[in-house]
């Protein structure tokens, strides 16, 4: 792997176009805020954000993690579980909007919520044979991949048409993670091409070393500038029994640069989210609603939950087993369902 690193000056300045996508089910304020302190740290940082982008999953991935999660539990012997909690795409994203409104920080007025994966979904779904396939022998729904998504959003997406300000080129696309994503991404379709077009901006949260899980040489060769503002170290996959293996970048604060990067994307690796606001999660929200917590419940208010507007909006919209059944039935209609080598 071509993957060579000198300190260098920062990364040139650019202006950014920022990218959140996830699950989202449902949001919180910690999706936000996510976004909010990436353009804050690249404002300090000299940079420029002229807009932020939430984009929730579309339903199908959704569909797929919940019908994967009721297979390992049948598996395991669990007893039957209610029916999961779902809030379909269009609510996700009246949620997120709700949820803006709650927000009061500056940056709060360049940030958007676009149904983006099921406006363009009959140009971006895809079969997943070596992810959903052998995940869902069953069958499974046509899912739009991350790497796709960014494509299609850095080329196709209007936010970005636009020049930068002060002539320095077009806007770029930034894409903001939390860094436990960065081991999975050397493993995603055309990397290279992917950051032709983006940067990673990553948001370091409480692990205190991130493993690539496949070679992540293509990922790396594409990026040019590093900007480690966290330290969190970053290793290459284990190769048999060889624990010694120093980081390939992570826990040196610094900017750098990689003599062997064929492209000029940059990456940041920056502080994490302060306070409690690191440790919000879905998972937490959908598990004080599911012991029937309501308007006054502490857990929902710390996930952006105690204005009566964004609370009507949370538990007015989840459907449950009947959403799940109308999703899966018209994804099928149209066409997005991939027979199982079980099916």
């Not at 997406?157 to 077009?170: E, I, K």
Request: proline share 8%; hydrophobic share 45%.
């Amino acid at each position: 792997m071509v993957f060579s690193l000198t300190p260098s000056a920062a990364p040139p300045r650019r202006e950014y176009v920022l990218l959140i996508s996830g699950t989202m089910n449902p949001p919180h304020c910690g999706h936000i805020r996510l976004g909010l302190h990436a353009a804050q740290a690249l404002a300090a940082a000299g940079h420029t954000v002229a807009s932020i982008c939430f984009v929730p999953v579309h339903d199908n991935y959704l569909l797929n993690k919940l019908a994967l999660t009721a297979q390992q539990k049948a598996a395991a012997g669990s007893a039957p579980a209610p029916p999961s909690l779902c809030w379909p795409l269009a609510q996700r994203c009246e949620m997120l909007r709700a949820l803006l409104r709650e927000e009061d920080a500056p940056e709060a007025a360049v940030c958007e919520v676009l149904d983006y994966e099921l406006t363009h979904g009959g140009a971006l779904l895809e079969p997943s044979p070596g992810y959903w396939g052998p995940r869902l022998p069953g069958g499974y729904l046509r899912t739009v991949p991350s790497a796709a998504l960014i494509r299609h959003f850095a080329a196709h997406a209007p936010q970005l048409a636009a020049a930068a300000a002060g002539g320095g080129g077009r806007r770029r696309l930034g894409v903001v993670f939390g860094v436990d994503n960065l081991g999975g991404m050397a493993s995603w379709e055309r990397p290279a091409q992917m950051l032709a077009q983006a940067d990673v901006v990553l948001v370091a949260r409480a692990a205190a070393r991130v493993t690539f899980g496949a070679d992540p040489s293509d990922l790396l060769g594409a990026i040019r500038h590093l900007a480690i503002l966290a330290a969190v170290p970053v290793f290459a996959p284990k190769r048999g029994d060889d624990d010694d293996a120093p980081p390939l970048f992570g826990p040196e604060l610094g900017h750098f640069a990689n003599g062997g990067a064929g492209g000029d994307s940059a990456l940041f690796l920056l502080p994490p989210l302060v306070g409690a606001d690191e440790h919000l999660s879905s998972t937490k929200l959908r598990d004080a609603l599911a012991n029937g917590a309501a308007g006054g419940d502490a857990t929902l208010a710390a996930h952006g939950y105690a204005s009566a507007a964004a609370l009507g909006a949370l538990l007015g919209a989840n459907g449950g087993a009947g959403a799940l059944a109308e999703l899966e039935g018209a994804a099928r209609a149209r066409g997005e369902w991939e027979a199982g080598s079980a099916g």
